[in-house]
């Protein structure tokens, strides 16, 4: 018989016990060196953002967002889970682009208690990927992170044009464009709703803005997002 | 910034690239690393004898279409079921855990299976077809550079190899060689005579570290034979030679290719009971190839196996003729409360100072986990000590460094348990009364100990918190080797 395996880490999970993780949360999914390497975003972050720094102020790029005319108001907050360090990038690597879907399971409970308590009641509604990359990729990961949630989710957004290659522009010309991917496909389903987006990670916020606008105009209430992590 | 070896989409031939400019299609291929680590011309891909996703493929894959219509190349399913039991194709993994459901998008069921034991490789699903491509490869002429001597205990051995390959009754044979016999000399012969006949080999061992310590060897002994070596970060991934070197793990991406298996270490770990290796090594191999198990340690359930059919080459001798170092027993108390309180156990400083003190050897500690080995290290803080283990990144080099001498002392975990040579070493184990320290592994360990011929001796010392069976039937086993 196989050893028990941690779900991340898929090393056995005896081997932890002779030290002292045991009463770590991270148990049965990460190892130590990982949960010494995992950044929770707790107390002080961004009040609007979640973007972890010194004390619970509004941060530039919140004020940049929302000094904007088209762009404030779109979205009422952001909520994360981690920072996007290192460590995440591993992560993500392995769930997103090595496709290993099951290990947004490791963040199962979690994501449940964020939302409890900071969006109980609200629809959930996962940012889509354009056709092409769901061909490529064969799952959705925010999807994937939504349902974790709640298996009910409200999957009326779809991506009308495919992703712009974000990595060859900067931070500030990536917000600046207001280009509209999303359509909502059924207006009548989030019609004076509030509403929280779920996407992987969150950030300079523009995508779940452009999502946001195209939900305020089919008629919901608020729009939030939330996401795994927070760079 | 580190680099990676990456696939671009639509390409066929790995590059690098640093991190940054990694697109989310591209298929990455080694861990991220400094560029100076990762080697500036690119390996060149070579489909032949592999199991792949048409997804390795996109370039060639007009060629794939031809052959699968012409019936040269085989498809199979990724992941079969039987009786709800799930089988991975590529890797063989048949452990349930290591399978995930998903909602798949490609076959539109929320009960797609993946494969989570060889992820690494590319994902393996239950809509994913597989591409099983057969091999023809170039075989030289043999040219031999190697000059030293097999004893006459070697020759025995290695005829007993040759012939299995001649003639044809038996496939399998078992060579029981004591620590340091010579077993990589012994196998030349075999290698001429396979490469003769035109037969491809694998030499499989459950260690990196071996794989990095033969090749070099080998490519020496052999140097018009094109011989690659495969470990988890190897460069050498995408191609195939007659004669392969690799990882137990490696051998996964092999199907039908081998016409002569050596598996290494019968009985190590991971190899001795991971069931899902037997099966990427017995994947790897064609239907009637040859195989050939060498041990120190073999388990029992084989030697009975094999007896009856006298297919047990034995090896008694070390190479230079001299008895395998006897361990001596050294009791040093509740060393591990010391490590803890981050002290130094004043028996094993005793024992350490009086090996510096008496003996030109450098020493090597065995320790049962990485967290001793790392707690030692910091509590020695000498320069000349280091630690190395499996999780260790400078594993290679630090290896290396210590073969050169450039440390006095190297504390390990099991990992260097077998297979790896110094030439001149002495060889404390901490806790040798700690489970991970079987009789085969402490058997093992003692064998690290005077492997040459200008220094056959070595001190081993097995310190315990108390003796264990383990410890008395290794000093009973090596005793009888001994006396053979
Ligand atoms: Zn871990
Ligand atoms: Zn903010
Ligand atoms: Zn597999
Ligand atoms: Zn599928």
């Not at chain 2, 081998?258 to 069931?275: G, R, S, T």
């Not at chain 2, 899902?276 to 060498?294: E, G, M, Q, T, W």
């Not at chain 2, 260097?416 to 991970?436: K, M, Y």
Request: aromatic letters at 8%; glycine letters at 4%; charged letters at 25%.
């Amino acid at each position: 018989m196989r050893d028990e395996q941690l779900l991340y880490c898929q090393k056995p999970i005896d081997e932890q016990l002779s030290w002292d993780t045991l009463l770590r949360r991270e148990y049965r999914r990460f190892c130590y060196a990982c949960s010494q390497q995992m950044i929770w975003i707790n107390a002080l972050h961004c009040s609007r953002c979640y973007r972890p720094q010194a004390d619970s102020s509004v941060c530039l790029d919140c004020v940049r967002w929302e000094k904007s005319t088209y762009w404030s108001n779109k979205l009422s907050r952001n909520v994360s889970l981690l920072s996007y360090n290192n460590w995440a990038q591993d992560f993500v690597a392995r769930f997103k682009f090595r496709r290993d879907v099951v290990l947004a399971k490791a963040f199962e409970q979690e994501l449940k208690r964020m939302y409890a308590r900071n969006f109980n009641q609200h629809l959930i509604v996962p940012i889509p990927l354009s056709e092409k990359r769901m061909i490529e990729r064969g799952f959705n990961q925010s999807e994937v992170i939504a349902r974790c949630i709640r298996t009910n989710i409200t999957d009326v957004l779809i991506r009308v044009i495919h992703e712009e290659k974000t990595s060859k522009k900067l931070r500030w010309q990536r917000v600046a464009g207001r280009s509209r991917p999303f359509e909502v496909t059924d207006r009548k389903s989030v019609m004076l709703k509030n509403v929280v987006l779920v996407d992987d990670i969150y950030t300079t916020g523009a995508t779940v803005r452009k999502a946001a606008t195209v939900l305020l105009e089919a008629g919901a209430t608020s729009v939030s997002s939330m996401t795994l992590f927070r760079s | 910034m580190k680099c990676v070896w990456v696939v671009p989409k639509g390409q066929l031939e790995p590059v690098v690239l640093p991190c940054d400019l990694v697109q989310q299609d591209d298929d990455v291929q080694s861990e991220a690393a400094v560029i100076t680590h990762l080697k500036p011309s690119p390996p060149l891909p070579t489909l032949e004898g592999k199991s792949l996703l048409t997804s390795e493929l996109t370039d060639q894959q007009i060629v794939t279409r031809r052959q699968l219509i012409a019936g040269t190349v085989q498809l199979s399913i990724g992941i079969s079921l039987k009786r709800s039991a799930p089988t991975c194709n590529r890797c063989g993994n048949q452990d349930k855990e290591q399978f995930a459901m998903f909602d798949c998008y490609w076959c539109g069921r929320n009960e797609c299976l993946y494969c989570r034991s060889c992820i690494m490789m590319g994902k393996v699903t239950t809509c994913t077809p597989l591409v099983h491509i057969p091999i023809t490869e170039p075989f030289p002429k043999t040219r031999l550079n190697w000059h030293g001597l097999l004893t006459d205990a070697q020759k025995r051995a290695s005829n007993q190899m040759v012939e299995i390959l001649q003639h044809r009754t038996d496939n399998e044979l078992l060579v029981w060689a004591v620590c340091g016999a010579g077993k990589t000399e012994m196998l030349f012969p075999l290698i001429i005579e396979a490469i003769d006949q035109k037969k491809t080999l694998l030499i499989a061992t459950p260690r990196t570290d071996v794989v990095l310590e033969l090749i070099p060897r080998i490519r020496q002994a052999f140097p018009n034979l094109r011989s690659i070596a495969l470990y988890g970060g190897s460069e050498e991934r995408f191609q195939s030679a007659p004669l392969v070197i690799s990882t137990t793990h490696q051998t996964r991406r092999y199907f039908q290719y081998f016409d002569v298996v050596i598996i290494d270490e019968i009985d190590a770990f991971p190899y001795h009971y991971d069931k899902s290796l037997r099966f990427a090594v017995n994947k790897a191999a064609k239907p009637s190839a040859k195989f050939y198990y060498l041990s120190a340690t073999p388990p029992q359930s084989l030697i009975k196996k094999l007896k009856t059919n006298n297919q047990i080459a034995m090896i008694n001798r070390r190479y230079h003729g001299f008895p395998l170092p006897v361990p001596s027993l050294k009791w040093i108390g509740d060393w591990r409360s010391y490590v803890e309180r981050g002290k130094l156990p004043p028996k094993l400083k005793a024992w350490m100072n009086r090996q510096e003190r008496e003996s030109d050897r450098q020493l090597l500690i065995f320790v049962p986990s990485i967290n001793v080995s790392e707690r030692l290290e910091s509590i020695i803080a000498r320069k000349d000590i280091i630690c190395v283990h499996s999780q260790h990144a400078k594993r290679k080099e630090i290896v290396e460094a210590f073969r050169h001498k450039q440390y006095h002392c190297l504390i390990t975990t099991t990992i260097l348990e077998r297979g790896v040579t110094f030439p001149s070493v002495d060889v404390f184990i901490l806790g040798a009364e700690n489970d991970v320290f079987t009789i085969a592994a402490l058997v093992q360990i003692a064998g690290r100990a005077g492997r040459s011929l200008e220094d056959p001796k070595g001190d081993v010392l097995f310190l315990h918190d108390g003796t264990t069976i383990a410890m008395k039937q290794a000093v009973k086993q090596i005793k009888r080797m001994n006396e053979r």
